[in-house]
């Protein structure tokens, strides 16, 4: 693709080029030799255009190469390449005649007439696509790819015995194939000659005697074409030869189905499914046709179920149906426990299943199962290494278990897995607590980057900026920038209290008491618990001491007092009717 800037540059000189005479296609009495000067600033003119082109400098490119033509008008290279100018600048008309002009004035050039074909492809014209690519063709006796493109140009017009004439060039070119003749077989069906499409598919089964796959095509064939009973001798035929014939068994069980023999139909399945010779993508596919004509005859879960058991006891190392069978007893909202019994029959086929252990992750993340949790995610990470949702997993597990320590480490080991492609929610929430983590250990310097860290990831994360913001305040530290994060968290949440509070006390260490009463109030309005955060009763008690509102400042500090409040300097506040720093 060209560059945008280069595009605009060309721009600008199309229209006056554009407006030119049209050149006329070259005919032998036109032709005229250059003279020798002109010969050689014509070559000096197209090598400089190929040279500038190469550069990037698509502009120049097209000037040189329009110069060209006003050189030598009837030279078919500056037409080629000033045709891919036009198209990037939409004017597909111009395109097209430069084209074809490039392939008139050089008609043993194949580059030229195959762009022409590909350009008539483009605009729908097959017609003339067929036309070129007929005349391509016949150039070279070699080119499968062109009869290959015919192939499917003559299919687009339903023109079906150039079809099989294209198919007997391929073959001639490339040899025969399973696909060629069978294509030559559907090609004979759509002109509804049912006797050459057997006929073709008669002689491909012939080619190999020994492998019965082909005879259970042919059976196939006679199935879709009425001849039910003569399918079916083939396929009991094949059946009785090879007992574990996949292929013949899937056939014949269609057979049953459509002569509504249920109960066959059923036994000839169970074969299929528990036979370990069965490739798991045909179990798949065969499963879920009977869940699904199961669900549409009311959605009795018990025999689905029964056949499942049975299946996975006869191939106790398929991980992929133990994980189709959980997930049909998710679909049919079965208890959580027995869930969770069938995704750990998955992870002990296949530990590395991380789908599955998510899924058990999250199942007892609801039952707050944290030694669980803490079990799976440890066992994950050495299947897992490059998943970070487990190292996250852990670490907010080892979090609700108060383990810092080793929540730290969890939250390390996820932010240092993170690249690019990252999940930025729990990387930046891996950041954001281990910000809260390392401010526990007094690590604040440390706390602060691990904050900045998450904000990177996500500017927006609304936790870490009240948090972020209210350490700052705590160590009367950067009040300007805490003010404006804080405030961010309370135009996302304006009516969150741990929110308004953090705003308030912001406000508040930057002496603004007016306003912070403003907040302070606000988040003791729509603190709804029934009992009221100590630390915030306690903020209201000293802004309102600071706005000369003493007997409120004292009643917020004995409710909160009462609350549980243990900062010694309460009680001297009280008594001293006076706010005190801490």
């Given at each position: 693709?060209l560059?945008v800037?280069?595009v605009?540059?060309?721009a600008?000189?199309?229209?006056?080029?554009?407006?030119?005479?049209?050149?006329?296609?070259r005919?032998?009495?036109?032709?005229?030799?250059?003279?020798?000067?002109?010969r050689?600033?014509?070559?000096?003119?197209?090598?400089?255009?190929?040279?500038?082109?190469?550069?990037?400098?698509?502009?120049?490119?097209?000037?040189?190469?329009?110069?060209?033509?006003?050189?030598?008008?009837?030279?078919?290279?500056?037409?080629?390449?000033?045709?891919s100018y036009l198209?990037?600048?939409?004017?597909d008309?111009?395109?097209?005649?430069?084209?074809?002009?490039?392939?008139?004035?050089?008609?043993?050039?194949?580059?030229?007439?195959?762009?022409?074909?590909?350009y008539?492809?483009?605009?729908?014209d097959?017609?003339?696509?067929?036309?070129a690519?007929?005349?391509?063709?016949?150039?070279?006796?070699?080119?499968?790819?062109?009869?290959?493109?015919?192939?499917?140009?003559?299919?687009?017009?339903?023109r079906?015995?150039?079809?099989?004439g294209?198919?007997?060039?391929?073959?001639?070119i490339?040899?025969?194939?399973?696909?060629?003749?069978?294509?030559?077989?559907?090609v004979?069906?759509?002109?509804?000659?049912?006797?050459?499409?057997?006929v073709t598919?008669?002689?491909?089964?012939?080619?190999h005697?020994?492998d019965?796959?082909?005879?259970v095509?042919?059976?196939?064939?006679?199935?879709?074409?009425?001849?039910?009973?003569?399918a079916?001798?083939?396929?009991?035929?094949?059946?009785?030869?090879?007992?574990?014939?996949?292929?013949?068994?899937s056939?014949?069980?269609?057979?049953?189905?459509?002569?509504?023999?249920?109960?066959l139909?059923?036994?000839?399945?169970?074969?299929?499914?528990?036979?370990?010779?069965?490739d798991?993508?045909?179990?798949?596919?065969?499963?879920?046709q009977?869940?699904?004509?199961?669900?549409q005859?009311?959605?009795?879960?018990?025999?689905?179920?029964?056949?499942?058991?049975q299946?996975?006891?006869?191939?106790?190392q398929?991980?992929?149906?133990a994980?189709?069978n959980?997930?049909?007893?998710?679909?049919?909202?079965?208890?959580?426990?027995?869930?969770?019994?069938?995704?750990?029959?998955?992870?002990?086929?296949?530990?590395?299943?991380?789908?599955?252990?998510?899924?058990?992750?999250?199942?007892?993340?609801?039952?707050?199962?944290?030694d669980?949790?803490?079990?799976?995610?440890?066992?994950?990470?050495?299947?897992?290494?490059?998943?970070?949702?487990?190292?996250?997993?852990l670490?907010?597990?080892?979090?609700q278990?108060d383990?810092?320590?080793?929540?730290?480490?969890?939250?390390?080991?996820?932010?240092?897995?993170?690249?690019?492609?990252?999940?930025a929610?729990?990387?930046?929430?891996?950041?954001?607590?281990?910000?809260?983590?390392?401010h526990?250990?007094?690590?604040?310097?440390?706390?602060?980057?691990?904050?900045?860290?998450?904000?990177?990831?996500?500017?927006?994360?609304?936790?870490?900026?009240?948090?972020?913001?209210?350490?700052?305040?705590?160590?009367?530290?950067?009040?300007?920038?805490?003010?404006?994060?804080?405030?961010?968290?309370?135009?996302?949440?304006?009516?969150?209290?741990?929110?308004?509070?953090?705003?308030?006390w912001?406000l508040?260490?930057?002496?603004?008491?007016?306003e912070?009463?403003?907040?302070i109030?606000?988040?003791?309005?729509?603190?709804?618990d029934?009992?009221?955060?100590?630390?915030v009763?306690?903020?209201?008690?000293?802004i309102?001491?600071?706005?000369?509102?003493?007997?409120?400042?004292?009643?917020?500090w004995?409710?909160?007092?009462?609350?549980?409040?243990?900062?010694?300097l309460?009680?001297?506040?009280?008594?001293?009717?006076?706010?005190?720093?801490r």
């Amino acid at each position: 693709m060209l560059a945008v800037l280069a595009v605009i540059l060309i721009a600008t000189v199309i229209p006056s080029f554009a407006r030119k005479k049209t050149t006329p296609v070259r005919r032998a009495e036109d032709s005229c030799v250059l003279s020798a000067n002109d010969r050689r600033r014509y070559e000096y003119f197209y090598l400089e255009a190929l040279r500038q082109q190469n550069g990037g400098h698509y502009a120049a490119a097209f000037d040189l190469l329009s110069h060209c033509l006003s050189i030598d008008p009837h030279a078919p290279e500056p037409y080629f390449l000033l045709s891919s100018y036009l198209m990037e600048l939409h004017q597909d008309s111009l395109a097209r005649h430069y084209l074809e002009q490039a392939a008139a004035l050089n008609p043993d050039n194949s580059s030229y007439l195959e762009r022409l074909a590909q350009y008539f492809i483009s605009a729908k014209d097959f017609d003339r696509a067929i036309s070129a690519y007929e005349q391509l063709a016949a150039r070279d006796l070699s080119r499968s790819d062109v009869w290959n493109i015919l192939l499917s140009l003559y299919q687009q017009q339903k023109r079906y015995d150039k079809m099989i004439g294209a198919i007997g060039n391929i073959e001639r070119i490339d040899g025969s194939s399973e696909d060629l003749v069978l294509s030559k077989m559907r090609v004979y069906e759509m002109m509804d000659n049912k006797k050459a499409a057997y006929v073709t598919l008669k002689a491909l089964a012939d080619e190999h005697p020994y492998d019965l796959n082909y005879q259970v095509m042919i059976g196939n064939w006679l199935m879709q074409n009425g001849k039910k009973k003569d399918a079916f001798r083939i396929f009991t035929h094949v059946s009785r030869q090879e007992p574990d014939n996949t292929y013949a068994q899937s056939s014949l069980y269609d057979y049953y189905r459509a002569e509504g023999q249920d109960s066959l139909a059923h036994l000839v399945l169970e074969d299929i499914l528990i036979s370990p010779k069965t490739d798991t993508d045909t179990k798949v596919s065969m499963i879920k046709q009977v869940i699904q004509e199961n669900e549409q005859r009311g959605g009795d879960s018990i025999p689905v179920l029964r056949l499942f058991g049975q299946i996975m006891d006869a191939n106790p190392q398929d991980s992929v149906i133990a994980e189709l069978n959980a997930a049909y007893m998710s679909l049919k909202k079965m208890p959580e426990d027995t869930v969770n019994q069938a995704l750990m029959r998955v992870l002990r086929i296949s530990p590395d299943n991380a789908g599955a252990r998510l899924q058990i992750i999250q199942s007892k993340w609801k039952r707050q199962q944290w030694d669980d949790i803490i079990s799976l995610c440890r066992q994950a990470v050495a299947y897992n290494p490059e998943e970070l949702r487990f190292y996250y997993f852990l670490g907010l597990a080892y979090f609700q278990k108060d383990d810092n320590e080793r929540s730290l480490d969890a939250f390390s080991r996820c932010v240092g897995q993170a690249n690019e492609q990252s999940n930025a929610e729990i990387v930046s929430d891996a950041y954001s607590l281990m910000g809260e983590l390392l401010h526990r250990k007094g690590l604040k310097d440390e706390a602060y980057a691990a904050y900045d860290s998450c904000l990177q990831w996500k500017q927006d994360h609304i936790a870490c900026l009240n948090n972020y913001a209210y350490f700052l305040s705590e160590d009367n530290r950067d009040l300007e920038k805490a003010e404006q994060m804080s405030y961010r968290t309370v135009k996302a949440e304006p009516k969150n209290p741990t929110y308004l509070d953090t705003y308030a006390w912001i406000l508040f260490m930057q002496k603004r008491y007016a306003e912070a009463q403003i907040y302070i109030d606000q988040a003791l309005m729509n603190d709804t618990d029934s009992v009221q955060s100590p630390v915030v009763v306690e903020h209201a008690g000293d802004i309102h001491a600071m706005n000369r509102q003493m007997d409120k400042a004292v009643a917020y500090w004995q409710q909160a007092l009462k609350s549980g409040n243990d900062n010694p300097l309460l009680p001297k506040k009280i008594k001293l009717k006076k706010y005190i720093a801490r």
